[in-house]
Every structure is written in C-alpha cells, then in structure tokens.
C-alpha cells in the first residue's frame, strides 16, 4: 500500500519542504553549519589521533647486550626478538658497526675518545603497532644478555595519553555536536508539524495509519539532514584541499600537517551522521506531536 | 457484555469522565440499527459531542462498552484505530477542509492518504461530489464557496470512502436557515442511500421538520429517545423507544420539501 503510495507521500513531503521554504531554508544552513563544526572537530580528533598512533613507530627499542655475550648468542637473540609477536622488524647493529657509525658521525673528534670501542652489541627492534612498543620493551628488558634497554619511554608514554584524550574529547564533542544538530532538526519539523496540523488532523479523521502520516516527515527531515550534510561536506572538502596545497609547499614528510584522515570514509561518516540525525530528529517531534 | 451486539452502533453503559475531572457522560445506553437516522439533542455541554467522540475513538470511555460494527471499541488495540475511523465518516460544524487545495482534491486527500491512487480514486473522488451537488465546483478553492457548498464538500469527503456509518457535529451549526435545511437534505439523502447517520444539533427547526428518531441527552444522561420526535418535549405524547428505528427507505425524499 505505501508502495502505491508513494508519488502521493514524496509530492506531500515536497509540498512541506517547498511551503516551508523559508524553514526549510533555515534547517538546512543550521544542520550545515552545526556539521561543518561537528566535522571539523571530527578531522582534527581523527587526524591527531592517526598522528599521535604513528608517532612511537619512529621509536625504536635498543636493547644493548652484556659485553660478554658472544656474537652467536647475540644472532640467536635477535631471531629469538624478530619471532616474538608484535615486532616487526629485530636488527643486530655489532659493536663494531656502532663504532665506525658513531665515528663517521663524530668525525674529527675521534681522538677524544681514543681508539678502544666502548660500544656492546645492541638489537633494534621496531614494534608493528606504536602503541605496542612500550609493552614489547619491558618484555626485552628482561631477557638474559640484555644489559639495558632504550625506548623513549617517557616521550611515548605521554604521546600516547595525548592520544586517548584528544580521541575521548573528540568523541564527547561529535556526541553532544549531534545531539544538538539532531535537536535542530526535531524543532525544524515540528515547526512543519504545526504548519499542518490541519492536514494531519484530517489524515488521523479518515484513518490514515501513523506510518503514512509520518512518511512524508521522516522523509522532510533526512531530506534536511542529508542536504545539509552535503554542503557541510562540500565545505570541508574545500578546506582539505586548501591545507593540502599549503602542505605540498611545506613539503616536510613528517609533519602534523600531513593528512592521515580517510577523507572518503571521514566525508561518508559526516553524511550518514546528517541522515541519522535527519531521522532521529524528524522521530523525536513526530512522536511528541502524534501522541498529543 | 451484552448478548448480542449486531446492531451498527450499540453503547452499553456508558460513563465519561475528562481529565480535569467533569463528568460529561453518565450510564448512556444507546443502540442504532442500520440505515438509522438518528438526531441527537441537548443543550450546549450535555455531551452530545462527547458521545461522537467515543464512536470513532478519539476518547475513550472511563467505562462502559462502544460497539461499532460488532466491535467493542472502547477495548480497541491503537493500530486498529485506522481501520475503524475508515468505518466512521464524520462532519463538523467548522467543515476542516484544507484551505489551499482544491475542492476535488480535498475530497480525493481522504482516498489518498488511505493508499487509494489512479482510476479508483478519480472516479470514487467524482462519485462523493455528485452525491453532494458540486461536480461542477471541484476546481475551486474553499474560500470561494458559500458556507453551505464548503459544507457539501467535507460530506462529500466524509463519504468517499462509502463508510457505513456518518457522524455530523453541529453540521448546520454555521448555516442560515435555508442552507441549513439543504445540508439536512443531503444527510437524509445519504441515509437513503444505506448509511446510518448521527446527528447531533441544536437546530430546533431542522429537527422539528425532519421527524427522526430524537435522543435528548442532559448533563449527560439520555432523558428522551424518541421516534419521530421534535426538538423540544412539549409536543406530542413522548414514545419511548427501544432504539428500533423505522425502515427510513419508506420515507421519500420528494416529501421533505423544505417550505417555509
Ligand atoms: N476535551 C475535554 N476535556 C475536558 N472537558 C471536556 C472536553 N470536551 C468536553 N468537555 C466537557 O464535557 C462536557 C460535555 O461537552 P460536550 O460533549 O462538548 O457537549 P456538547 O457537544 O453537547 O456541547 C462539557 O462540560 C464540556 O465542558
Ligand atoms: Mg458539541
């Protein structure tokens, strides 16, 4: 039956978008705006989120061996790291390569240190997840014939608290974002719902049922959750097309600037939060105003 | 429960009380028989309305059993409701229609808004408009029609979708005289045609003339239920009447010439 119907309820939901227009109008920019804010927070907690993840992968663990270890022991060790899970790289740097490293490095001061190499034999071992390396680390340092380990612990361990405050901010702000756009949209339609409250009136005399009465509602508000929605994302792509240039001029690999964000992903959460909040919107008035 | 609930509308025991407290109806029994023709009397705030209210369910009784159609609406599940307000055409004295749609889509707004679409709704929508005289009005707005048109017009969507049973509210409550006994006309006609009609006025002349069943409620209670009655007690001797209405297809509609 509503299949039948629907010409009837897209002209009528047309008939209160156009009537409307004004409302309409207004409803749209509000969800566009009220997105565009959402989204802006969205992309900076995501994208420092992305950032403050990728950091510790720079980090990498030294676990310098006893000087009494013997160079087989030393390559058995370094197997031993790379099969242990969550690391995804292991490397044995001999003493003697550290030396010359650190000799090319410092150059012409080489004689402030004499020729004797105080260096041991160290592994360096890269996590496969950032987050992971403080873990692996104090794994390492127990292990026999690991003197010492080195693995930014401090830098890490605050990288990461960053990162779970900047995710858990950002996640309350986008909730509380929503709830506000979706409140938005509640008060667009039922000021839609007042409008015609004489034609609902007559729907519920005759005996339409409440999913065809809403129908041409639900519809208004997805309508002005997903317009929305669109200009928000459009906004925002601009943006991200602007910072994307002036990233290019900068041209530094490792920078904040760097986009992390899934932009096509980012732009079709933004649309689908338009579309829900359009819908639970155009809900939360209908079921106030049909239960009157 | 009463026996047997075969009659079109049967009100057992029937009790109101608002919200705020005022007892608008108290113990009404009230049984109409199909193609009745029923006018329902009594001052301002006796309940007649009240009573209305109850038979397509916009209120529900405090107690007391509302059976329409063999269906005892007061205990009826909210997704039923559609379906008995389908059974159940009703006419205000405020005629309601939507001020910016046609006549001939007024009309046709009720088949719609009930999945009715295409040919079956164009020639349904035609067939009301005929009934009530106003074929040739159908492309006009409301507010280029005379009261007593805007009132043919919310009969005629009140009976598109050819419910057994017609309410009307105070219909002529807004008509001058005349009119007021053209409209009369068209329910009694619509009766004819095999619907039971309630009416509820205060109308003394309408109900005078036309000679129905009257039902006389009073703060209320049923204080009269007579067939053939008048408007007001003083007249002839009070019949009082079980509810068994005559066969209204014996009275000709040639008869109910109104001449002042
Ligand atoms: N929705 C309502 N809420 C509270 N009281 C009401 C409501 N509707 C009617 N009443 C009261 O119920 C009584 C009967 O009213 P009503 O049925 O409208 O009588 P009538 O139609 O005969 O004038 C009156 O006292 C009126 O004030
Ligand atoms: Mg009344």
Redesign the interface.
């Known amino acids: 039956?509503?299949l039948?119907?629907l010409?009837?309820l897209f002209h009528e939901a047309w008939l209160n978008i156009r009537?409307q227009a004004l409302m309409t109008v207004a409803s749209v920019s509000t969800v566009a705006v009220s997105l565009s804010i959402l989204g802006i927070f969205l992309f900076l907690a995501w994208q420092l989120h992305a950032w403050t993840a990728e950091l510790p992968n720079q980090f990498e663990i030294h676990a310098f061996l006893r000087m009494t270890t013997s160079r087989a022991t030393a390559a058995s060790l370094t197997e031993q790291f790379r099969q242990m899970s969550g690391v995804r790289e292991a490397r044995l740097v001999t003493r003697e390569e550290a030396w010359d490293a650190w000799r090319r490095q410092q150059q012409n001061r080489t004689d402030l240190y004499g020729e004797e190499n105080p260096l041991p034999d160290k592994i360096v071992v890269k996590a496969e997840n950032g987050a992971r390396t403080l873990a692996l680390a104090d794994a390492i340092r127990n292990l026999p014939g690991v003197e010492r380990v080195n693995a930014g612990e401090e830098v890490i361990r605050r990288l990461i608290s960053v990162a779970s405050i900047v995710r858990t901010a950002g996640l309350i702000l986008a909730g509380l974002l929503a709830l506000g756009t979706a409140a938005i949209i509640s008060n667009a339609i039922r000021l839609t719902l007042f409008a015609r409250r004489?034609?609902i009136?007559?729907?519920?005399?005759?005996?339409?049922?409440?999913g065809?009465?809403r129908f041409p509602f639900i519809l208004e508000g997805i309508v002005a959750g997903v317009l929305g929605a669109t200009i928000a994302c459009s906004l925002l792509y601009l943006a991200v097309i602007y910072l994307q240039e002036r990233v290019r001029l900068n041209l530094t690999l490792f920078t904040p600037l760097h986009i992390r964000v899934d932009l096509p992903l980012f732009f079709a959460a933004l649309a689908a939060l338009g579309l829900v909040t359009g819908l639970l919107g155009s809900m939360i008035s209908l079921r106030r105003f049909l239960r009157a | 429960m009463s026996a047997n609930h075969s009659a079109v509308l049967d009100l057992v025991n029937v009790w109101l009380r608002y919200g705020n407290g005022v007892l608008a109806l108290q113990g009404v029994d009230l049984r109409l028989e199909a193609g009745e023709f029923v006018f329902l009397v009594g001052q301002t705030g006796s309940g007649k309305s009240s009573l209305l209210c109850l038979i397509?369910r916009e209120v529900r009784p405090t107690s007391g059993e509302v059976w329409v159609d063999g269906q005892d609406v007061a205990r009826l599940r909210a997704g039923h409701?559609?379906?008995?307000?389908?059974k159940v055409g009703?006419v205000y004295q405020d005629f309601?229609l939507?001020p910016?749609r046609t006549i001939w889509e007024n009309v046709a707004?009720?088949l719609?808004?009930?999945?009715v679409?295409g040919r079956e709704l164009s020639r349904r929508t035609e067939m009301a408009l005929d009934v009530v005289g106003l074929a040739d009005r159908a492309r006009a707005l409301p507010h280029q029609l005379s009261g007593g048109e805007q009132q043919r017009a919310t009969i005629a969507?009140a009976i598109v979708?050819h419910p057994p049973i017609l309410l009307a509210d105070e219909p002529t409550g807004n008509l001058d005289p005349d009119t007021s006994w053209e409209i009369i006309q068209l329910l009694n006609k619509i009766n004819i045609l095999g619907t039971t009609v309630l009416v509820a006025s205060h109308d003394q002349m309408i109900v005078d003339r036309l000679q129905k069943r009257v039902v006389e409620l009073d703060h209320g209670t049923v204080v009269r239920d007579e067939a053939g009655g008048r408007y007001a007690l003083q007249a002839v001797p009070t019949v009082r009447n079980s509810g068994q209405g005559r066969d209204p297809r014996l009275r000709v509609l040639d008869g109910l010439r109104y001449d002042p």
């Open positions: 039956m509503i039948k119907s010409p009837f009537r004489r034609e009136r007559i729907m519920q005399l005759v005996g339409a049922t409440n065809f009465i | 397509n409701v559609p379906a008995l307000r389908r009703v309601r939507l910016d707004f009720a719609r808004v009930i999945g679409g969507r979708n």
